[in-house]
């Protein structure tokens, strides 16, 4: 029985090793993907456990050399694709992967498959309509605000975030029948209540105008733009209000489209240190007073129909919770698709 044994691991190691740098041949289409996976003749009894996500080959087919030969042809809706906006471009990832034993156990081996995109000009994300997020109109303009999931395809299904890990906060304004507008985060701050009073204990996320003091304390930015209507805030979870309800409050703020000053900013420190200015690098001196005061110019802002072009949002209740905390706070997250 241990001889048997012994026998099997050296011959699943032998597997291993034979997928471990695999014949390949994929092919990106629209919205599918084909795979042509070539492995040894070991393989031709264990076609089945060849696997792309969750998908067996389409077609198997054992070559004249006795090795055999793997196609995936499968959408990107199947097999349980992950799609990632990453900047400008859309991303799919899975894995093939050889599973010999059931499903409950680790893979022997893993390989990752990307389709990389660009996305298509004009694009909106799926979650950009009425429905989802906190909305709020006044005027012709419509302000929304939400927590996205991983993947930035959608709202998150969840407001419980791990401790250090990264929270997604998306703000957008629809424009309707106005000229093109720029969509800014004036100032952000957390807070345990919905509500600010003068006594609240607050958080700051971005002041400034327009300071993203998170990223020069941590790891947090502002994602590329899809659109100048709306601004993505990466921000890596932090201790305030740890294991309870935490709020963000921001100052959302339309501006004309190009006519950015010290005022009218998004800024956040990169990896080089530096502040650097998100819509327009070589203005990133406008960033400069990040570290000191930034004051207001007199240029014009957006004229509305209202009493201005500043409108406050809240976001939550957030739970940002300790994973080596045992203990078992559930919420449910009232903006879920």
């Known amino acids: 029985m241990v001889s048997h044994l012994y026998l099997g691991v ?3 190691a032998a597997c291993a090793t034979a997928v471990a740098d695999p014949d390949l041949k994929l092919i990106c289409g629209k919205d599918s993907v084909t795979i042509t996976w070539r492995v040894g003749s070991q393989f031709t009894p264990y076609a ?4 792309l996500g969750t998908c067996m080959p389409s077609k198997w087919k054992i070559l004249p050399t006795g090795e055999g030969e793997a196609l995936f042809n499968y959408k ?5 694709f992950k799609k990632m906006i990453k900047g400008k471009r859309v991303v799919y990832q899975n894995e093939l992967r050889f599973q010999p034993h059931e499903k409950s156990k680790p893979a022997l081996f893993r390989y990752p498959i990307e389709c990389v995109y660009e996305r298509p000009e004009g694009w909106v ?24 999931n991983d993947q930035l395809t959608g709202v998150a299904k ?9 929270m997604p906060i998306w703000a957008a304004v629809e ?17 345990t209540t919905p509500e600010l009073h003068p006594g609240s204990q607050i958080y700051p996320i971005i002041g ?3 300071c993203l003091l998170e990223s020069k304390r941590g790891t947090s930015f502002f994602l590329p733009r899809y659109h100048s209507s709306a601004l993505i805030l990466y921000l890596q979870s932090f201790k305030f209000g740890l294991g309870g309800e935490v709020y963000i409050h921001c100052n959302l703020v339309v501006w004309d489209h190009g006519s950015l000053d010290e005022s009218k900013k998004a800024c956040h420190v990169r990896e080089h240190g530096r502040w650097e200015l998100l819509d327009d690098h070589s203005q990133s001196f406008l960033c400069q007073c990040c570290d000191s005061s930034c004051g207001s110019r007199s240029k014009r802002s957006v004229e509305l129909e209202s009493n201005g072009p500043k409108y406050n949002s809240v976001l939550g209740p957030i739970i940002i919770q300790d994973q080596l905390d045992s203990g078992n706070n559930t919420f449910s997250w009232p903006y879920s698709s």
């Open 10 to 12: 050296v011959f699943l």
């Open 125 to 148: 994300p799926p979650f950009l309509n009425p429905g989802m997020g906190v909305s709020q109109g006044q005027s012709k303009l419509v302000f929304h605000m939400a927590l996205l």
């Open 208 to 210: 400034n105008k327009g």
């Open 76 to 80: 990107f809706s199947e097999c349980k």
């Open 158 to 166: 969840t407001n419980v975030i791990p401790l250090g890990s990264f």
């Open 175 to 191: 424009q309707k029948s106005h000229q093109p507008l720029l969509l800014l985060m004036e100032e952000c701050v957390a807070a």
């Open 48 to 51: 089945a456990r060849l696997l």
